[in-house]
C-alpha cells in the first residue's frame, strides 16, 4: 500500500480525524460565541476530515513532486468525496450536516467552488508541512504499541459510529413524523371550522324551511303543523348530536396528536442533542419548521 503498511494508514485516519475535529470545533466555536463539539460523532473525531486525508495523500503519491497537481488531484479527490457524502447523509438522515446553498457556484449545497479550491490548497499544506512530522511520529512508535492504541480507538470509533448513526436515522424520522402530524393538525382544525360553519348553516336553513312549512300547514291543519314543528326540534337535535360526536372525535385526535409532538420534541437523547448542536449549520427543507422546533426546544432546556 504505496509506502506505508495497512495500520499505518489506520493511525494517519484517526490522527486526520482529530485534527479536523479541532479545526472545526475551533472554527465553529469561535463563529458561535460558544463551546461546539463539531461533528457527526460525539467523539472529537470528525471521519470526512480524516477520509479526506488519507484520500489527499493516497492520490497525491505519485505525483508529490509536482505542486500543481498535487493541488488538482486533492480538489477532485476531496470535492467528489464531500459530494457524495452529503448526498448519502442526507438522504438517509433527512437533513444537510453541511449547506452550501448560500455559496456561490454551489452543486445541490453539497459542494461549492470555494470549499474545493480550499481542499485543494489544504492538500498542499497537509502533504508539504502537516504529514511530514505526523509521518515522521507514526512510523517510530513502537509497533505493538500502535496496533494496541488502533484497537483501543478502533473499538471507541465503532461504538460509537453506530450509536450515531442510529441516533441519526430515529431523528430524521422524528423531523418526518412531526411534519406529518403538524400537517394532520392543521387538517384537523380546518375540519373544525368548516364542520362548525356547515352545521350551523344547516340548522338555520333547517329552522328556516321548517318555520316556512309551519306557517302553511297551520291553515290546514294545527295537528300538522305540531308534528311538523316536533319534526323540526328532533332532526335539530340530531344534527346536534352528529355535530358534537364528529367535534368530540376530532377533539380527541387533536390533542393525541398534540401530546404526541410535544413528547417527541422532549425525548431527546444525548446523542439527539449532540448531532443538532455539533452541527448549527445543518438544515432541511422537507422539514426546516419541525427542525427549528427541535432547536428551540434543546436551547430552552439548557437555559433553564
Given at each position: 500500500?504505496?509506502?506505508?503498511?495497512?495500520?499505518?494508514?489506520?493511525?494517519?485516519?484517526?490522527?486526520?480525524?482529530?485534527?479536523?475535529?479541532?479545526?472545526?470545533?475551533?472554527?465553529?466555536?469561535?463563529?458561535?460565541?460558544?463551546?461546539?463539539?463539531?461533528?457527526?460523532?460525539?467523539?472529537?473525531?470528525?471521519?470526512?476530515?480524516g477520509t479526506g486525508a488519507v484520500m489527499m495523500l493516497w492520490v497525491s503519491l505519485p505525483v508529490k513532486n509536482n505542486l500543481f497537481l498535487v493541488?488538482?488531484?486533492?480538489?477532485?479527490?476531496?470535492?467528489?468525496?464531500?459530494?457524495?457524502?452529503?448526498?448519502?447523509?442526507?438522504?438517509?438522515?433527512?437533513?444537510?450536516?453541511?449547506?452550501?446553498?448560500?455559496?456561490?457556484?454551489?452543486?445541490?449545497?453539497?459542494?461549492?467552488?470555494?470549499?474545493?479550491?480550499?481542499?485543494?490548497?489544504?492538500?498542499?499544506?497537509?502533504?508539504?508541512?502537516?504529514?511530514?512530522?505526523?509521518?515522521?511520529?507514526?512510523?517510530?512508535?513502537?509497533?505493538?504499541?500502535?496496533?494496541?492504541?488502533?484497537?483501543?480507538?478502533?473499538?471507541?470509533?465503532v461504538a460509537d459510529s453506530i450509536q450515531s448513526v442510529r441516533e441519526a436515522l430515529d431523528l430524521g424520522r422524528a423531523l418526518e413524523a412531526m411534519?406529518?402530524?403538524?400537517?394532520?393538525?392543521?387538517?384537523?382544525?380546518?375540519?373544525?371550522?368548516?364542520?362548525?360553519?356547515?352545521?350551523?348553516?344547516?340548522?338555520?336553513?333547517?329552522?328556516?324551511?321548517?318555520?316556512?312549512?309551519?306557517?302553511?300547514?297551520?291553515?290546514?291543519?294545527?295537528?300538522?303543523?305540531?308534528?311538523?314543528?316536533?319534526?323540526?326540534?328532533?332532526?335539530?337535535?340530531?344534527?346536534?348530536?352528529?355535530?358534537?360526536?364528529?367535534?368530540?372525535?376530532?377533539?380527541?385526535?387533536?390533542?393525541?396528536?398534540?401530546?404526541?409532538?410535544?413528547?417527541?420534541?422532549?425525548?431527546?437523547?444525548?446523542?439527539?442533542?449532540?448531532?443538532?448542536?455539533?452541527?448549527?449549520?445543518?438544515?432541511?427543507?422537507?422539514?426546516?419548521?419541525?427542525?427549528?422546533?427541535?432547536?428551540?426546544?434543546?436551547?430552552?432546556?439548557?437555559?433553564?
Open positions: 500500500m504505496y509506502t506505508y503498511a495497512w495500520y499505518h494508514w489506520l493511525t494517519f485516519f484517526y490522527i486526520y480525524c482529530f485534527f479536523g475535529w479541532i479545526f472545526e470545533s475551533t472554527y465553529v466555536s469561535l463563529k458561535q460565541g460558544r463551546f461546539v463539539n463539531r461533528g457527526f460523532l460525539r467523539l472529537p473525531l470528525l471521519p470526512l476530515y493541488y488538482i488531484s486533492g480538489v477532485i479527490a476531496a470535492t467528489i468525496l464531500e459530494y457524495v457524502t452529503g448526498y448519502v447523509m442526507e438522504r438517509l438522515f433527512k437533513m444537510k450536516y453541511w449547506d452550501y446553498s448560500n455559496q456561490r457556484f454551489n452543486i445541490h449545497g453539497y459542494i461549492c467552488l470555494s470549499s474545493s479550491i480550499a481542499w485543494g490548497f489544504l492538500t498542499i499544506f497537509m502533504t508539504e508541512i502537516v504529514h511530514k512530522p505526523v509521518e515522521d511520529l507514526v512510523l517510530h512508535l513502537n509497533p505493538v504499541l500502535e496496533l494496541t492504541l488502533l484497537g483501543i480507538i478502533s473499538a471507541s470509533f411534519t406529518k402530524m403538524k400537517a394532520e393538525l392543521e387538517d384537523i382544525q380546518v375540519q373544525m371550522a368548516l364542520l362548525k360553519a356547515e352545521t350551523s348553516q344547516r340548522v338555520n336553513d333547517f329552522r328556516e324551511d321548517t318555520a316556512s312549512k309551519v306557517n302553511e300547514l297551520k291553515v290546514l291543519r294545527e295537528d300538522a303543523a305540531q308534528k311538523l314543528a316536533d319534526l323540526k326540534q328532533d332532526t335539530a337535535m340530531r344534527v346536534a348530536g352528529l355535530k358534537t360526536e364528529t367535534e368530540t372525535a376530532l377533539n380527541a385526535r387533536l390533542e393525541l396528536l398534540t401530546e404526541n409532538r410535544r413528547k417527541m420534541k422532549q425525548h431527546m437523547t444525548f446523542y439527539k442533542k449532540g448531532l443538532l448542536r455539533g452541527n448549527p449549520s445543518a438544515s432541511s427543507k422537507r422539514f426546516a419548521e419541525a427542525l427549528k422546533e427541535l432547536r428551540e426546544t434543546i436551547e430552552q432546556k439548557k437555559s433553564a
